[in-house]
Antibody, heavy 125, light 106 residues
Framework: QLRLQESGPGLVKPSETLSLSCTVS??????????WGWIRQTPGKGLEWIGT???????YYKLSLKSRVTMSVDTSKNQFSLNLNSVTAADTAVYYC?????????????????WGQGTLVTVSS | DIQMTQSPSSLSASVGDRITITCRAS??????LNWYQHKPGKAPKLLIY???SFQSGLPSRFSGSGSGTDFTLTISSLQPEDFATYYC?????????FGQGTKLEI
């Protein structure tokens, strides 16, 4: 059974970079049938899609976050990662890693059939 | 971005009740509408994709319908394990966006 597990610091200082990893177990991150992504949840904005990555390295980011987001894949570790720089208190959220399906043209379908349990990241000095 | 609006925001019901949650999109999304269930401390769970297609293992008491801008999730006979927060999400146009959630309480 596929399992996703987020890991990373729970506290990040303002203006610094938030870095999270997601370890995939029970499946291969290189499976062409799937994309991999990040979604966050805040009390104020609810669930917000951040971005999606394919094993090949192709990325799709939310436009409003694009200037601050970098996602990457490490197929040797079966992991993918999120970096969000120049964070502020508004980036305080529970961050989920997710699996997305691949559709025609090797594009993500943008529905998420497996989620990690989530990790709370607080931005504070 | 497409705005997704759910109603009601919260709902009190009893075991055995039939309930319906509504989701409205700010523009037509064809049938690219998905539903998730989220219980505290657990990973959110995909229930239904493409309006009415069941994720594997979903009990038949759940159903989804709609098209265009108006969609519903119905639970025909509530079971104790169904009390959770439900979210709709459109996958028609990027960025994918979610409703604000409907908290289903006993």
């Amino acid at each position: 059974q596929l399992r996703l597990q987020e890991s990373g610091p729970g506290l990040v200082k303002p203006s610094e970079t938030l870095s999270l990893s997601c370890t995939v177990s029970g499946g291969s991150i290189s499976d062409s049938s799937f994309h991999w992504g990040w979604i966050r949840q805040t009390p104020g904005k609810g669930l917000e899609w951040i971005g999606t990555i394919y094993y090949s390295g192709n990325t799709y980011y939310k436009l409003s976050l694009k200037s601050r987001v970098t996602m990457s894949v490490d197929t040797s570790k079966n992991q993918f990662s999120l970096n969000l720089n120049s964070v502020t208190a508004a980036d305080t959220a529970v961050y989920y890693c997710v699996r997305d399906r691949t559709g025609s043209g090797r594009l993500p379908l943008n529905w998420f059939d497996t989620w990690g349990q989530g990790t709370l990241v607080t931005v504070s000095s | 971005d497409i705005q997704m609006t759910q109603s009601p925001s919260s709902l009190s019901a009893s075991v055995g009740d039939r309930i319906t949650i509504t989701c409205r999109a700010s523009q037509s999304i064809d049938r690219y509408l998905n539903w998730y269930q989220h219980k505290p401390g657990k990973a959110p769970k995909l229930l239904i994709y493409a309006t009415s297609s069941f994720q594997s293992g979903l009990p038949s008491r759940f159903s989804g319908s709609g098209s265009g801008t108006d969609f519903t999730l119905t639970i025909s006979s509530l079971q104790p394990e169904d009390f959770a927060t439900y979210y709709c999400q459109q996958s028609y146009i990027s960025p994918p966006t979610f409703g604000q959630g409907t908290k289903l309480e006993i």
